[in-house]
C-alpha cells in the first residue's frame, strides 16, 4: 500500500518542480531585461527625457547644424561684413585682419590685438541715431569721470584729450552741436561723425561714432601716435551696404 502511495506521488511532484523552475527562470528574465522587460516600460524611459537631452546637447555642440547655423546668421550682419571688409581697403591694408575679430552678436563685433598698438576694438551698432549718441555719452562720461563735454578739443597724433566731430574729408570741426547728430540733419560732407579720447597710463582710449551704420566704436592701444594712426586708416575704410563713396581721401591724418 505504502509503495502504491509513493508511485502515485511522483506525477504530481514532478509537476510541481517543473512549475517551480519556470517561475524561477520568469523571474531571472524579468530582472535582465530594461523596463522590468516591459516595452511601456521602456517607452517610459525615452519619455524621461535621456534622448531628447542628448539631442539637445548634440545642436548645440560645435559643427551641430544648429551651431552652424547661428554662426553662419552672425556672420551675415551688415556690422560683421563691413568690419571683415576693411582690411581689403587701400588705407587699412593689414591693419584689421579678419582673424583677430569675432561676431558676439548681430550687432557686436570684438577684436582683440588685431595690430601691435592696439590692445582692442569694439565695434557696435544700435537701430537709431539717438540710441547711438545716447550709448556715446554715456561711454564718454565713464572714460571722463564726469560731464559729457562737447567741442572742446582735437584728437590728433599731437593731441590726445578731447571731444570733435569728424568727416572723410579728413576734417575734424568743433562747430556742430550733438542734436545736428541725433537729429539726422547731418550730412556726411560736413561731420560723418563725433570722436573722444583720452590718455590714462601711456594708454590710449579713442571712443568715435559713425552715421552710416550708426556704429560706436572704442579702441585702447599704445604708443598713442602709433594708435592713432591706426585709427586714421580703419574709421575711413568702414563701408555699410549703400553708404556713398568716401570722398576726399587725400591721406592727412585725422
Not at 505504502?2 to 524579468?30: D, N, S, T, Y
Request: hydrophobic share 45%; proline share 6%.
Amino acid at each position: 500500500m505504502g509503495r502504491f502511495e509513493l508511485a502515485a506521488l511522483r506525477p504530481a511532484v514532478r509537476a510541481a518542480l517543473a512549475l517551480a523552475v519556470v517561475i524561477v527562470v520568469a523571474m531571472i528574465v524579468l530582472a535582465v531585461l530594461p523596463g522590468g522587460g516591459s516595452p511601456r516600460g521602456a517607452r517610459a524611459a525615452d519619455r524621461s527625457g535621456s534622448a531628447p537631452m542628448a539631442h539637445k546637447a548634440a545642436t548645440h555642440m560645435p559643427g551641430s547644424a544648429t551651431h552652424m547655423a547661428s554662426t553662419m546668421a552672425l556672420t551675415q550682419s551688415p556690422l560683421y561684413k563691413a568690419v571683415h571688409a576693411v582690411d581689403e581697403s587701400m588705407t587699412a591694408k593689414g591693419l584689421l585682419p579678419p582673424s583677430s575679430c569675432k561676431a558676439m552678436s548681430t550687432s557686436m563685433v570684438s577684436c582683440a590685438r588685431p595690430h601691435y598698438a592696439i590692445n582692442a576694438v569694439v565695434f557696435q551698432s544700435f537701430p537709431t541715431l539717438p540710441a547711438l549718441y545716447a550709448a556715446y555719452e554715456t561711454r564718454v562720461k565713464a572714460l571722463s569721470g564726469g560731464a559729457f563735454q562737447a567741442n572742446f578739443n582735437d584728437c590728433s597724433t599731437t593731441s590726445t584729450n578731447g571731444e570733435i566731430a569728424w568727416n572723410h574729408n579728413f576734417e575734424h570741426t568743433r562747430k556742430y552741436p550733438i542734436s545736428m547728430f541725433t537729429s539726422g540733419m547731418i550730412t556726411d560732407d560736413k561731420a560723418a561723425g563725433r570722436m573722444y579720447c583720452t590718455f590714462n597710463n601711456d594708454v590710449l582710449d579713442l571712443v568715435w561714432t559713425q552715421n552710416d551704420g550708426r556704429v560706436l566704436a572704442e579702441l585702447t592701444g599704445a604708443p598713442h601716435f602709433d594708435a592713432f594712426q591706426w585709427w586714421v586708416g580703419v574709421h575711413h575704410s568702414i563701408v555699410f551696404p549703400g553708404s556713398a563713396a568716401m570722398p576726399g581721401m587725400s591721406g592727412t591724418s585725422k
